[in-house]
């Protein structure tokens, strides 16, 4: 997609579809207002005879308005004029760009800068994750995949340097966020950890970024005897690899992101059930949103240091898997007793925490489809945020919040580590049902000590909220928006 931004007068822009808004009150933006005037009233008048109430999402599409040189406009209802969020805005594009990229337009126009009371540079980092969001569909398998035509967005504007800033930050965060549905998209007979570290070594081409790749022999020196239990099932050998990307000084302490990276997920010799196990290729969507980060970083030539580490194993039954009752030792000592195999992704995670310390990282932060709890606790549309530092998790929940991928603050409730202690060893990989989300963290936070850390659950948001079989590319933008306000602060 490419984007740039414009200053024509609106009834003269060359483009096949121009975006207009209105409130509930019926008053048309300023940029609308302009087009009205040059289409002798065209827009008022369909105001006064349509059913177009400007109600939150409602979209009519206009077309060939006498004096305008667009075919098409399309009038989007923002809803109460007073009422708005960031998401209510999300929610109104989203439902113009769901109408836009089923027509033949190759050139949609925003004339938006009036939009709201949001700010400016908001907007403009908004929309292209917005378009990309909507223009995506995992193609790779699909002999007839829908037609896409859009190629070309533009927008009238008057364009600060801050806007140009703001449209580049959306477009990385948007290419990161297409970077983690892709690996997340694909199958687990095609994408298992050897696809992963594959993935992960085209990244660091394109992108110019340092890469290392440890095997079951090297990690076996390291004594991952935790990750190497995970994967000890599988006909797939696991790894775990780490990427650095370094734009600040030479010795400015990491940020270093984690992600789960389990390309199937079937629970091991405690076996899901069948209903939804073929979700389980999602379980390496918090390596996905790894790549995500990395990749959007890189784009933005960020001034800082970020490594990324990725454990990646297949959780499988068969004769060599591992077993309820087996104890493991991780890299940090502690040892485990496995009480349910199913509880895998806290067990690769451990040791890639503990191996985390030795980038002498600013924070580390986690990312992990790791319980199911978690979206009893939180519903479809939320990550969960445990962290060993407020300040840390509030920065997170504001960042996710700003960018409309939102997150919320869960407590690390340390009494309940008594809810997985182990008699044989120095603790279990799970506890009872109830606050499932928060003992996994807690588990995780057994080998976080060394650091500032959090950790995002984000079993609820590796798809779409509409229950859509296809990845999301969260929590891509709440990290990247995440980096940004650190180096704005
Ligand atoms: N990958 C799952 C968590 C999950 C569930 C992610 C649903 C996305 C959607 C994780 O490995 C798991 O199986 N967790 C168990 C933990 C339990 C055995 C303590 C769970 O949540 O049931
Ligand atoms: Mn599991
Ligand atoms: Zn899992």
Redesign the pocket.
Known sequence: MHYQFGHQALNQVETDCIIVTSFTDKNLSIEATTLDKATNQALSKHLDLSDFKGELGQVQMLVHLPGCQSPRILLVGLGEKDKQTRMQVCKALKAALNLVITQPIKHLTFAIESLTSLPANWIFKQIPILVEDAYYQFTAYKSKPKSRCLTDVSFIATSAKNNQNALAEGVAIAHGMHTSRELANQPANVCHPKYIVETAEQLAKSHKLAIDVLDVAAMKKLNMGALLGVGQGSQNAPYLISLSYKGGAKDAAPYVFVGKG?TF?S?GI?I?PADHME??K??MCGAATVLGVLRAVAELKLPINVVGIIPTAE?MPSGSAYRPGDILTSMSGQTIEVI?T????RLILCDALTYAERFKPKTVIDIA?????I?VSLGPDYSGIFANDDTLAHDLVKAGDDIVDRAWHMPLVQEYKELFKSEAADMSN??PRWG?AIT?ALFLDNFTKAYTWAHIDM??V?TKADGAKDASGRPVPLLVNYLLQQLKA
């Open positions: 389990i997920d629970g405690s899901k979700e389980m999602y379980d959780n349910n199913d509880a895998e992704g489809t790791l319980t199911g709890a979206v799970c506890g499932g996994a079993a609820a590796m």
